[in-house]
Structures are given as C-alpha cells and as structure tokens.
C-alpha cells in the first residue's frame, strides 16, 4: 500500500483574511483552499516533497516537507502580494521532540486503541517504564515513582486529579478528552526546567485549533463521547467542545464480588480560541465534570491457595457507599506575538473540586477449607471454617479544594539561541474532614489494635479494658499553600564538526509555605538544576545520542502533607531526586519501511523520601522524610510499520527500586516492578483493508502486596502475581473520507466504523491488592486476592460528519 501523509492547514493573507481558491499542488498531487482558507493534502512519506501555493492575486509559496507515514503536519503560512516567499528549510516531523527525548504518541491511534479504560493512558502502558496494573484506573506510576509523581499538562495548563479516589472503579474519566486532541507528549524522566517540579514524568497534550465544522461520536456498552467543532468564516473564532458519559457497570458486575452498583461518569470540556489579530490570540479551556459512585455489596467468594490446600474466603455485606466528586476548571490564556522571534504568554486558571465519600459496609466471612472432591455434588462448597468474623467499615470524608494559578511566559530566539522564562503563583485553599473507623470482630469478640495495652481473653476471663475500633481517624483540616515558582532555561542548535548537535540548560526555583488553623507556618525554598545534549552524528546510519541530567524536587502537595492519621506535618520536605538519563535513537529501514529502536538506561538517587503504602489507588504518606532511596533500569523501544501503512510498537523494561526507611536497610518500594513487556500492534485483511484489528499486551512482574494495618513492612515483602492482560479489538470501516461511494445512506458520513473488542482475552485473574483475614486458631492472616476483571465483551461505533 502506498505510504503517505497529510499536510493541512489555513492560508491567511497579509490582513489575516483567508483566502479561498489556493492551489496546493505537490508530488503529483494537488487540492484548493476552501472558503475558510483551509486545505488538506496527501503527500508521499519518507521523502522530501515539494509543495508549491499559488493564487492569481498572489506570489507563489514553495516548501518542502518530509514526513513520516501517517503523520499530519500543520502549515498555515501567509500569502503576500508583493514579494515571492520560499521557504528553504525541510521540515522534518519530530525532530524537536527526539533530541528532547520525548515520545510522541499519534492522536489519531489514541482514538482508534480504546480499551477497557479508554484515553492516552491505555496507550502509555504499553511503554516502557510505565507500569499500569489496573484497567479500571487511569493512575499510572513511571520508574519507580508513585501516581503523585507526574504532571499532566493541556495546552501549557497544568491540570490535577481528584484527591479521595481509593478505587479505580470509583475513578472514572481521565481529565483528557481524546477526541479533542491534536498532539501528545510524554517524556519518562531527565525533562527540561521548562516542565514543573514533580520527580518521574510529563504528559503534555494539545487541544487541536479546528479548521472546519465536524461532529465525532464514538458510543459502545461502557457510555460513549460527542463532540463538535467549528470555524467562523473570518476564521478567527475557532471552538471544539467535548461530552464524554461513562458507565461501569459492565466492568464491575463482571468481578467476584455481587453488587448493585450505579455510577455516574459524565464530564464537558471546550478549548475557544479567539484570534484579534494576527499578534494577539486569547484561548479559554473549561471542563466540568460529575462523578456520581453508588456501591451496594453483597456476596463474595475468592478462591486461592494451592491444589493440596485449596481455601475460599466467603464474605457477606450488609450496607453502602455513596461517593460524589464534582469538579469545575477553567482557564485562559493570551499569546502575544511580539514579533517572528518575541512571544508573550499569561495563563490564569482555576480549579475547583468538592469530593465527599462516605460508606457504612458490614463484612461478615468465613475462612475455610474448599471441597476438591470430583464429582461431590458439593465441590467448590467451603465445608470447615478456620476463621469467622466480621468487620464493619465507616466513613464520611468530605474535602473542599480551590486552586489559581497565574503564570507569565516568555520565548526569545536570539541568533538561534532560544530562550525561556516563566513566573508562576499559585494558591491552594483545601478544607479537609476526614472520619474513619473500622472495627474486627472475630469469633464473637472485637479485635483491640496492638497500641492498646489492654488483651482480651474472653472467653477465659471477662474484659474489662475499653471498646475501641482496630482503626480510627479523626481529622479536620483548612490548610492553604502558596507557591512561587520561576525557570529560566537556554537551548541551541549547533554543530561540531559535521556532527548536528542541541543543548540545553535551564534553572527552577520554587519557594512554598504552608499555614492554616492550628498549623505553625513554615516556609521552603528549593533550586532544580536540568541539562541535556544530543548529538547526531555525520553517519551513514541514523543514530541520535542523548544525555540529560538534573536535580529535581517535588515540593509536597496536600496529599504529602497529610500523615495516615490525617494530621497535616508542615515541615514536611521537598523530595529530592538526582536524575540521569543516557538515551540512543536509532532510525532504520526495514522490508523498505521506516522503524525506530529506541534505547534508554537511567539511575535515580533520592533523598528526603516521604514513604508511603498504596492501598488500590489511594496513596497514604508518612508525611516525613525519614528515607532514601534510588532506582535503576532500562527501556527499550521497537516502533515502526510491521504492517504497511500501519505503525506497532514492542516494549521492554527492566526497574529496581528500593529504599531505606529510618536507616534500618534497604527494602523494596510499592512500586518496585522488575520486568515489564509491552505490545501494541495493528493489522487489517490485505484483501478486504478495510477490515482491521488492534491487539493491546502488557506483562509485568508482580509488585510488592503490602502488609496489614499496624505490621512492619520490612516483614511483608511478598508481591502479587504478574499482571498479564491482552486486549483484542477488531473493526470495520463502513465509510472512509479517502473512498467515495454509491450508496447514499454513507453521505452524511465522513467516517463510519463498526467493532467489537474483548477485554483481557484470556480470562487472567490479576489482583490489585490483598485483604488480609485472619485465622482464630493459628493467629495467621491471609493475603485475599482482590482480582480485577475476568474477560469481557464490548461492542462499538465510531461516527465523523
């Protein structure tokens, strides 16, 4: 199949008018501008192409491009009527973003590979270094670090997630909308001063700027997304708006334990860019979003132990939870075009979030020994219980968060020496009530925590000492944070020699304080030092070298701040991480198509570490600094056309992590994932292309389980199974924008395509944690696997006008 990509655009004149009736023309191919003065052409890939712009009223334009398969690449230039243009540079797709070590992901894959949590995140698990062991989560940990550990940033807005979620299943829709997407980023570590200060990744997504009028609507048995954009004829209004609904029920009430569970997922996000002039263009990003989570237990049973000695854990509830998060955002941002080397920018933006989460939940089990006999009209039946109890959860946690930025930043290019600077405050104003309590009982008398001096012997003697819960948290907290940052970072292209080279060297300075009712202000400074150097050798082969190095902090969030037992600690200390990162790109073609193997070996040594213990996807600190740490490992990356006209990728990742808690040796951290293996790969039918399928992989060694409440961890380091799941999705394009045909019920379509998907193919049983029982006569606990999804069956539709 011919391999081609898309070259689009908007020509405006000098007024900043467009212009309609441009004729694009290029490798034997050509279009016209519409009257928005937009156009979108189809051009050979992996060669350099001339494309030539001509008009009547106009002088020509020629530039060159070399893009790879499947890429689109944005030109708008501006058509002048006096002097003939000609732009003599090749643009070559991702070149900035490979001596940056960053990875760029298509937005067109991200919507086609949907998965059982559809977004960018089901695509990040494929890389390596990243490790996702819960497909009803969007969390993802990279290197070693926590969910905690990443930024996430849309259209140079740093956007933030809900702060009580314990559960994927009570998560809901990641904050990025993939249908609105025009670029994605991801950078695993060793990134530039430019990016804020958090210990492991960065995430940078673009909303697109649309050129036309278009609805996309994608709907399958887990909800389904609507969204519409357009541009005004002037073209200096553009708009693109987003409703996306998600409904779990099908994932959830697939799993082991009954329920009757009703959620509510549903969220609008719209990107407005207006442009006044030329110079000066002022946008507004805006998302609301409402989280609804109602859960009503009601039987379990969880097989587990081995064929000599099967057991069942059989739990019977009684009560509900009941969790509401709702979230409003909105930002704007004004770009000033000084002149072709002078760009100014402001970004204000707020983030407002209420989040309650309250349950009552009785949990009565039995522990026993499982019938194995064949053909026993009891077998699978638990016929001796070696522990009985009962266990009754309590909760009513509301929190109040209101966060503003305000951020100024700049962009000089100085005789190629390009310069960056910015100065950001934020506020952070949360009101936090926390009420916990979880009481055992076991063999008909409640279990005291181990800090209670006081032993029960019943029914030997009676008890005397007090009733209390085995847990209890009591907390209310207003605490507010005010933030200064500021970086300022230098970066060149050169040469040495024959050889390409780029550098880069940037500062950050971030000084916090942290004050409220009943907490002693406290103040803290820090400065983030970061470099990188590429070089691109003079040889034959197409080889890339990069190194980058830097020291970086993560000043503590809210989160951070607050202890298990809900006290905010405002001395708690920036985690300190010195990072480097050694990368090689090799670009290569193989069976005549383009291919990428891309290598990354990389060391952290961390300091100042908050420890902490991961209970689903909630995270609970220590709030104290009381560790150190470090993590080494290598990623490799295979990608490229195993398919033509198709792009795969092969991913392996190796990672040790351990730390070192009060000094008393090193253990391994929560997040200490030895091997991981990544698939994404992508076929059709060579005979019927149209017919076409997506297989999504992940292998990743089993992370430490963790320990019961009050236990050491230096005497629970046993881990949970490897994580294995293999997604398959296989779909139908009913109609395609490059094919036209004769039936007329295809006219309203641009595009039209039919699927099914199975999720976790080979039914694995993967576990996200463990509940631990205990046993009455041996005084043992269990480690109960909590099993995630069994395989699961969806249907979908994908629609464009």
Partial sequence: ?????????????????????????????????????????????????????????????TASFNLKNGASFEFNPVMSLEI???????????????????????????????????????????????????ELSTQYSVRGGNFDENLVYVNEIEVYRPFLIRSGQQEGLSFVNTDLVRNVDFSAGGFQARYGDKLSSVLDITYRNPVKFG???????????????????????????????????????????????????????????????????????????????????QTRQTNFGTIANPLALLVFYDGQEKDAYQTLFGAFKANYFVNPDLTLKLIASTYHTTEEEYFDILAQYRLGEVNSNIGDEDLGEVEFSEGIGAQLNHARNDLDALITNIEHKGFYNLNDNNIEWSVKFTHEDIR?????????????????PPNIDAFNEQPYSPYEGPLVPFQNIRATNKTKINRIQAYGQ?????????HDVFYNAGIRIHNWSVEGEGIVKSSQTVVSPRAQFAIKPNWESDMLFRIGAGLYYQPPFYRELRDSSGTVNPNTKAQQSFHVVVGNEYSFDMWDRPFKLISEAYYKK?????????????????????????????????????????????????????ENIDGRGYISRPTDQRLKFGVLFQDYVPRIPDLKMYLNLVYQTGVPGGS?????????????????????GISYVLVDPNKTYNASWKDPFDEFTVGIEIFNMFDVQNSITNTWVRDVYSKRQYAIPNYLTPRIFNVRLGMKF
């Fill in 84 to 134: 003939e243009q000609i732009a003599t540079v090749v643009l070559q797709g991702n070149q900035r973003k490979r001596v940056e070590g960053i990875t760029t992901i298509d937005p067109e894959i991200v919507r086609t590979i949907k998965g059982a949590q559809p977004g960018v995140e089901n695509l990040l698990k494929t890389l390596p270094g990243v490790s996702i062991s819960n």
């Fill in 215 to 297: 609805i996309r609507a994608d709907l399958s048995l887990l909800g389904g997304s609507l969204s519409g954009e357009t541009i005004s004829k002037d073209s200096k209004f553009s708009g693109i708006v987003g409703l996306r609904y998600r409904d779990n029920t099908l994932l959830v009430d697939a799993r082991q334990t009954e329920t009757n569970y009703d959620p509510t997922f549903a969220d609008v996000q719209t990107y407005l860019t207006y442009k006044f002039s030329d110079k000066f263009h002022l946008s507004f990003l805006g998302n609301a979003s409402v989280n609804t989570y109602n859960y009503e237990p």
């Fill in 490 to 498: 230098w970066s060149k292209r050169g040469s040495i020699g024959d």
């Fill in 432 to 448: 936090d009530r926390l009420v916990e309590w979880e009481v055992i009982d076991s063999a008909g008398f409640s279990i005291n």
């Fill in 1 to 61: 199949m011919a391999q081609t990509a898309t070259l689009r655009g908007v020509i405006l004149d000098e007024l900043n008018q467009p212009i309609v009736g441009v004729n694009i023309s290029g490798a034997d191919s050509g279009t016209t501008t519409n009257e928005n003065g937009f156009y979108l052409l189809k051009i050979p890939a992996n060669e350099e192409v001339t494309v030539v712009f001509s008009h009547i009223n106009y002088k020509k334009i």
């Fill in 606 to 658: 961390l300091s100042d570490v908050n420890p902490y213990t991961i209970e689903n996807v909630r995270i609970r600190y220590r709030a104290r600094n009381n560790a150190e740490a470090y993590a080494y490992g290598l990623d490799l990356r295979l990608n490229g056309e195993f398919v033509p006209g198709t792009e795969s990728w092969f991913s392996f990742g190796y990672l040790k992590t351990e």
């Fill in 708 to 728: 019961p409440s009050y236990a050491d961890p230096y005497d629970f380091q046993n881990r949970l199974p490897d994580y294995k799941r293999a997604d398959l």
